[in-house]
Each structure stands twice: as structure tokens, then as C-alpha cells.
């Protein structure tokens, strides 16, 4: 298995992506692709719909997966608010890529399928792949024509064993202004996505950037995603209480970077900063004290109040690559990475540019990491996999580690 990765920033597309192509060829040996995943920032709009039957005359026979960008991740670099090409290839020997497109119709139609005894061979006709043959997911959609978070959760039930990463489109601001590359091919709505399977693995890596405030409690009254009390008091109540009591810097993030952390992990003791899944308050009732929250709750659900910064976004991303090259390193080294990170985060966040991707190469190692800016972060918290904000989410693809 060998990985490269090339980023442009040149204006004018047929100049970056010649540009792109040379530093994958050289850094592939003249070995040719079985992967290209390519990433393009809105200033090269006018060559979207070209770009598929571009690199399949570029790199014939290898699999073509991409979408549009406000910003882009290529070679380990990120490039932010500026033109940028990212062009990441791989040669992956014993490996079956199989790429796909889905609109939203398509999903339905897979749904249907599984209530009628026929999602096998639904999931064959779709993606390529079936859930035996445990395939690895990269997937990329279109906010304005497609349903993400149903795509996941669908596909969380049907390949419960196969890891699932990617992220959503964000060149666009309406339906039609951004695009999705698959095969040959380049589409301006649904999903688009590869399966991968045989001699790869894929691992995910997804930092929320949260800490944890006040205690875990419990959700004692809810109604779908209105939180109505927590140890049997109005959650703003809570809230009131733990402003008077926070310092400072924390009576500032409450007002624009606050969150609730919905435990992940059932019957546990004690919970520590990571065991939440993140998801943004969305509005509140003074007079009952209720707060609506971006997901569906039930009554005893262990849920903590959560804030949001740069040093804690650092740290939480640098725990978890740690954890990472601890538990993964030793026994088969990865190849390849690619990052799917929210458009919150990057320089508007840290101040500078390339902070992930630099602490990636500083604490796992000098790999090619390619991706973008997301309007939403695919990956997985505790196995089962979300739509996420201000996330995160590496894959990282090695060969599977050798019995003897």
C-alpha cells in the first residue's frame, strides 16, 4: 500500500492540477493510482463539472471520489479562503474500491428494502458492496439535496461492523452550487461515497473539542429534543448556577460556545470528557425553564453541560492522537490519512493555520493527509456513527495487521 498526497494553490485550474498530478506521480514512483480523492475550492468553480473525466484521462482506472470546498486539506497542509486543489492517490494492491452516487430517492429505496427482505441485494445494486463483506466507508454529501444523518444511521444497521467517515459539501450557498465526484463522473446533488474492501483497514479518529462543566445528571423529564428538567429542576436553573459560579473565560464561551454531552456509554459509573456526544442547544423557554436540544433525549439519559474553545479543542484533538499511536502504531503502521474538519474550525478557531493537521504529522507521523472544511463531520463516537459540528473526524487507512 503506498499513499501520496498534493495540494495547489495556483488561480487557475489546469495549472493546479498539473501541478497536483506531477507531485502524485513523483511521489508514487510512475506507480499508477487505484484511488484518486480530489478536493476543490469554490475558486475553480467553472471547472467542476469537468474535473471527473479529467482525472479518469489522468488516471485511468483508478476510482475518483471528491466534492467542492470553501477550504481545502491537502499534503498535510490547509489551505483556508483561498483558491486550493487537493489531490490525495493511493495504490492499493488486494484492495476493491467501489465508488457510488446516491440521491435521496436512492436512500428511500434502500430503506424500503430492508422492510421487505430484500436490502442484500438493495445494497449490492447501490453500493457495489454487502454487509459480509464488511467494507470501509468514505462518504461526502450535499447539505441542500440530501440526507445525511439518515444515510449514516441507515447504514449504521445494515454494516454495523464497517467504519464510516466523511463530511458534507461547502462550496455552495443553495442547491446546484456545490458538486460531488464519483467514478468518471461529477454530480450536483445527493451522495457520493466508496466502499472499500479486502486488504485495507480503516480507522477513525474524532475530536469534538469539548470540556465537560458542572456534573452528569440525569434527564428526568423530556419530550423528543425539549429538555424539560435534569435531576428534577429546570435545566436553566442549572445553567444559572453554574454561570454564577464559572470564571471569567468561561462566562464568555457561555454565550456563544455552550453544549449539552449526551452519554454514549450506558450503566457507567463515572464519565469523563469524551464519553458525550456533543450537540448544540438550540433555543430555550424562560418561562418553563426548558431548553431544545439538537437531538432526541429519554428520561434517564445521563447528559453534562459542555463549552467550547481553542485550547480545549487542542487538547481534546491531542489526547486523542495520542490514544491513537499509542493503541494502533505498534502492531501496523497507517499509510494514509484523510481529515474532514468543520469549517469552525482551522485559523478562525486557532488563530493560525494548519493547527490539526500539524498535530497529526507531530503525533502520529509525517503521513499524507488530504481533505476539506465540512458543513458537517462524518464519524464515529463509541460505534455508532453522527453528522457532527465543529468536529474533527480522521480516517486513517493501513493494511490489516499480519497473523503468523
Not at 507531485?23 to 475553480?44: C, K, M, N, T, Y
Not at 465526484?181 to 474492501?197: D, E, P
Not at 479486502?198 to 473539542?209: K, N
Not at 481529515?339 to 490539526?356: E, I
Amino acid at each position: 500500500m503506498k499513499w501520496a498526497g498534493a495540494i495547489s494553490e495556483q488561480p487557475d485550474f489546469p495549472d493546479a492540477l498539473a501541478e497536483a498530478v506531477a507531485a502524485i506521480r513523483r511521489a508514487l514512483g510512475g506507480e499508477r493510482p487505484d484511488l484518486a480523492v480530489l478536493f476543490l475550492s469554490e475558486q475553480h468553480r467553472l471547472a467542476f463539472d469537468a474535473v471527473g473525466e479529467q482525472i479518469a484521462r489522468l488516471f485511468p482506472g483508478a476510482a475518483l471520489l471528491g466534492c467542492s470546498a470553501r477550504s481545502v486539506i491537502g499534503a498535510g497542509r490547509e489551505v483556508e479562503e483561498r483558491p486550493g486543489l487537493s489531490l490525495t492517490a493511493a495504490v492499493l494492491p488486494d484492495v476493491e474500491v467501489h465508488a457510488f452516487h446516491l440521491d435521496i430517492d436512492d436512500l428511500a429505496g434502500l430503506v424500503r428494502a430492508s422492510r421487505t427482505g430484500d436490502d442484500v441485494a438493495a445494497w449490492s445494486r447501490a453500493l457495489g458492496v454487502e454487509p459480509r463483506q464488511q467494507p470501509r466507508f468514505v462518504l461526502l454529501s450535499d447539505p441542500f439535496t440530501f440526507d445525511a444523518e439518515r444515510l449514516v444511521r441507515v447504514l449504521d444497521e445494515h454494516f454495523p461492523r464497517s467504519a464510516k467517515v466523511g463530511g458534507v459539501a461547502s462550496s455552495g450557498q443553495q442547491p446546484g452550487e456545490n458538486v460531488l465526484f464519483a467514478g468518471g463522473r461529477s454530480y450536483r446533488s445527493g451522495a457520493v461515497g466508496m466502499a472499500l474492501t479486502g486488504a485495507i483497514e480503516l480507522d477513525t479518529i474524532v475530536a469534538q473539542g469539548c470540556r465537560p462543566i458542572g456534573v452528569p445528571m440525569f434527564v428526568t423529564r423530556c419530550r423528543n429534543n425539549i429538555l424539560l428538567a435534569i435531576d428534577d429542576r429546570p435545566p436553566i436553573e442549572v445553567l444559572q448556577e453554574l454561570y454564577a459560579g464559572a470564571e471569567p473565560r468561561d462566562r464568555q464561551l457561555f454565550r456563544s460556545s455552550l453544549f449539552l454531552g449526551l452519554e454514549m456509554k450506558q450503566a457507567q459509573s463515572e464519565y469523563q470528557q469524551g464519553d458525550f456526544l456533543i450537540r448544540n442547544l438550540l433555543g430555550a423557554d424562560e418561562d418553563s425553564g426548558a431548553l431544545v436540544i439538537g437531538a432526541s433525549l429519554h428520561d434517564t439519559q445521563v447528559v453534562q453541560f459542555h463549552l467550547r474553545d481553542a485550547l480545549t479543542s487542542a487538547e481534546d484533538l491531542e489526547r486523542r492522537l495520542i490514544a491513537y499511536r499509542d493503541g494502533i502504531l505498534p502492531a501496523s503502521p497507517p499509510a494514509g490519512a484523510l481529515l474532514f474538519s468543520c469549517l469552525g474550525r482551522g485559523k478562525y478557531l486557532y488563530g493560525k493555520a494548519d493547527h490539526d493537521t500539524d498535530a497529526f504529522r507531530r503525533l502520529v507521523g509525517p503521513l499524507p493527509v488530504g481533505g476539506f472544511f465540512c458543513n458537517g463531520e462524518i464519524g464515529p463516537v463509541e460505534g455508532t456513527t453522527f453528522l457532527h459540528g465543529y468536529t474533527s473526524a480522521f480516517g486513517v487507512f493501513r493494511e490489516p495487521q499480519r497473523t503468523h
